[in-house]
Nanobody, 115 residues
């Protein structure tokens, strides 16, 4: 099983970018899906999650109101729509899939926000 991120790149501050994460080899609707990020010199941090059991979403305070996580069951894909990007959103963004007994991480996709 694996999860693969896509959609990273360079974007200007104030702009928008959507990240995608596609899962394969796992039962998608049995996994809570989440995004984390790691900025240079910092620890990896939680960004957002979509809980499979009830469809609830959670966000880090730093991204509330700007980022939206969503799930497309038909495509085994989650998205992270990011608006009003800030310089401090620059990081490698990682997709995470977590069930009761398994966790998978993607390899990450770089997002750079420029001024």
């Amino acid at each position: 099983a694996q999860v693969v991120e896509s959609g990273g790149g360079l974007v200007q501050a104030g702009g928008s970018l959507r990240l995608s994460c596609t899962a394969s080899g796992l039962t998608f609707n049995q996994y809570t899906m989440a995004w984390f990020r790691q900025a240079p010199g910092k620890e990896r941090e939680f960004v957002a999650s979509h809980v499979h059991k009830d469809g609830s979403t959670n966000y880090a305070d730093a991204v509330k109101g700007r980022f939206t996580i969503s799930r497309d069951i038909a495509r085994n894909t989650i998205y992270l729509q990011r608006n009003h990007l800030k310089l401090e959103d620059t990081a490698v963004y990682y997709c995470n899939a977590m069930s009761d007994d398994k966790t998978f991480w993607g390899q990450g996709t770089q997002v750079t926000v420029s001024s």
